[in-house]
């Protein structure tokens, strides 16, 4: 089973920032955080990561709680092809990833 | 480019037949792993490898097997035993198995269905 919380299905108007929340309340010291996107028909795609600190990439932002029982990852400007299934998933290593129903995120003009 | 190749994008197989599904990667990675997705459902791991020659049952390995004798190759044979195959399978390969600061990478998946 998966480790996170989610929310089914979320709106966010194009070009304003999209923030996807993620409950993991029973995360473990040494477990990061993962975020992916799923496209339609396609394989997921790598967004970002990070273990206790805020990380920033060219796609997104993840923001971590302090004592780790949340995140948010942050799409800055939206755009209508950001519209995709967003799964967060806590791991420890790569052969225990968990990915649950995540988050469909729709991003309307 | 690197990247993940999966073949073929879309596969039919009667009832009772084996198929294998083809995965490479030029990426270099140690790890290599093979996930089902049902609609509208997350990911469900199948079988791993962390090097060559050796490979690991996941959750869902009942009706599957697999082979990694090449380090670019992990293809995934799925059995008349799985009773249903209907899915899309995804490959996906990292650098280091064991550590937890290496995303994964994924292939744009196989479609199985069953005729």
């Known amino acids: 089973d998966a480790k996170t919380t989610q929310p089914p299905s979320m709106d966010c108007a194009e070009g304003r920032a999209a923030n996807l929340p993620c409950n993991h309340s029973?995360?473990?010291?040494?477990?990061?955080v993962y975020w992916y996107r799923q496209i339609h028909s396609q394989g997921p795609q790598y967004i970002i990561h990070g273990l206790k600190n805020n990380e920033t990439n060219e796609m997104a932002s993840l923001i971590i709680t302090e004592d780790r029982k949340s995140s948010t990852l942050i799409l800055p400007h939206a755009t209508l092809r950001d519209t995709a299934v967003y799964y967060c998933?806590?791991?420890?290593?790569?052969?225990?990833?968990?990915f649950g129903a995540g988050t469909r995120l729709t991003v309307k003009p | 480019d690197g990247g993940i190749t999966q073949s073929p994008k879309y596969l039919f197989r009667k009832e009772g037949q084996n198929v294998t599904l083809s995965c490479e990667q030029n990426?270099?990675?140690?790890?290599m792993y093979w996930y089902r997705q049902d609609p509208g459902q997350g990911l469900r791991l199948i079988y791993y490898?962390?090097?060559?020659?050796?490979?690991q049952k996941g959750d869902i390995a009942e009706g599957y097997s697999v082979s990694r004798e090449k380090k670019e190759s992990f293809p995934l044979t799925v059995t008349s035993a799985q009773k249903n195959p209907t899915a899309f399978y995804l490959c996906a390969s990292s650098i280091d198995p064991s550590g937890g600061n290496q995303p994964q990478h994924f292939g744009d998946g196989t479609r199985l269905s069953i005729l």
């Open positions: 490898s962390q090097i060559v020659n050796d490979f």
């Open positions: 998933i806590v791991s420890y290593n790569n052969n225990d990833m968990r």
């Open positions: 029973t995360i473990s010291g040494n477990e990061y």
């Open positions: 990426l270099n990675h140690d790890a």
